[in-house]
């Protein structure tokens, strides 16, 4: 069976691209499963990582930074670390007991 080859003036895919990427399916069937499969982990391997270091805070910590959220992070959604960049960034203006959970979240 022989496809037909037709140009492509307007960005399309031609049929020669398609049936080159068909003709790479049928060669190599897992090559697309595999590297779906490896980033897939790959992604899984770094939300856990990322989970684990962006600790949550305690409710005492949140308690000591209560003030200082209210007023330079009001906006700022909780969460993957959010948080304690905003009040990074602040950190000359925030609260002694803002400042110490500030430290101990980071070291």
Same mark, same amino acid.
């Given at each position: 069976m022989r496809l037909s080859i037709s140009a492509s003036r307007n960005g399309k895919i031609t049929d020669a691209? %398609?049936?080159?990427? &068909?003709?790479?399916?049928?060669?190599?069937?897992?090559?697309? &499963?595999t590297m779906r499969t490896i980033l897939l982990?790959?992604?899984l391997m770094v939300a856990s990582l990322t989970a684990t270091v962006a600790q949550d805070f305690t409710a005492e910590?949140? %308690?000591?930074?209560? $003030?200082?959220?209210?007023? &330079?992070?009001? $906006?700022? %959604?909780? $969460?993957? $670390?959010?948080?304690?960049a905003c009040l990074s960034k602040q950190y000359a203006q925030l609260g002694d007991a803002c400042k110490k959970v500030v430290d101990a979240q980071k070291g």
């Open positions: 691209a %398609a049936a080159s990427s &068909f003709a790479r399916l049928l060669v190599h069937p897992n090559k697309d &499963f982990v790959a992604a910590q949140r %308690a000591a930074c209560k $003030g200082d959220y209210n007023k &330079f992070c009001r $906006g700022t %959604a909780p $969460g993957g $670390g959010r948080v304690l």
